[in-house]
């Protein structure tokens, strides 16, 4: 499929690139997958390019927005971490992911390249002062694979007093706001009054169980809703 539109993009405006830039998002969040799906199965079995130059335009495509949070991103990202200057460092690392994760390797490469040559420099981090937070509330999945599990229990313990809630089984990133009740109502209380869950010692502090991940389409008249989120339509997927 990807040789296949390298050679003739899909409606003059689907390459190979832009194939990329539409697939990623559904690593980020399954409720994306029905149309993802519908949109290769129409290409590769029908021929059929129309699904995946919607896909594209719904998921892929940039626009003023896009552009605005990927501003904010770098800003925050160059500055906030110590990346490499070198080029030829991030050429030899991203050699080696290619060989383990040839999907995303490259295309998340050029996505962070602005650090390699941000006109200023790193910043130190911040000494927090744990003993004057409020408790904070953090939410992970046990399967995001792009803020992995042992991430979110590291800053549970990092900061002071906060509370983790655990997605079992989930693979989103971010997973409030996207129809789990049971992680919604911890939110909720959050945003009330400050109410955290406690837990008896482990790492979390609550956990609830992943909704099931979403099933094929079955009629082009499936609902607006059902293409993302309220969470990821706000911040966009690689947020």
């Known amino acids: 499929m990807r040789a296949a539109l390298k050679k003739d993009p899909a409606g003059g405006k689907v390459g190979a690139a832009e194939l990329e830039d539409t697939y990623l998002p559904g690593g980020y969040y399954n409720g994306y997958w029905p149309y993802l799906a519908e949109a290769f199965s129409a290409y590769v079995n029908e021929r059929d ?19 605005n949070g990927y501003s904010v991103y770098t800003a925050v990202q160059c500055r906030d971490a110590a990346w490499p200057r070198d080029w030829r460092q991030w050429r030899k690392d991203h050699w080696e ?17 602005p650090c390699a040559f941000w006109p200023a420099e790193s910043l130190h981090p911040e000494r927090v002062r744990n003993h004057k937070l409020p408790p904070a509330l953090l939410f992970q999945a046990t399967h ?17 007093r906060s509370a983790l809630v655990v997605e079992s089984g989930g693979g989103n990133h ?7 009740a049971c992680l919604d109502r911890h939110l909720a209380a959050y945003l009330a009054d400050g109410t955290v869950p ?32 309220t969470l990821h339509g706000l911040l966009g997927f690689r947020s």
């Open 49 to 67: 390019a129309e699904p995946l130059i919607e896909a594209y335009e719904n998921f892929g495509a940039g626009d003023a927005a896009g552009g």
């Open 97 to 113: 992911v290619y060989e383990r994760a040839p999907f995303m390797a490259w295309n998340n490469a050029w996505y962070n390249a």
């Open 144 to 160: 995001d694979a792009a803020t992995p599990y042992q991430g979110g229990v590291t800053v549970h313990r990092l900061l002071a």
């Open 174 to 180: 971010g997973v409030t706001l996207s129809g789990n």
């Open 198 to 229: 406690r837990g008896s010692g482990g790492e979390a502090d609550a956990v609830c169980a992943a909704l099931p991940d979403p099933e094929p389409l079955t009629s082009k008249a499936a609902p607006t809703s059902a293409r993302g989120s």
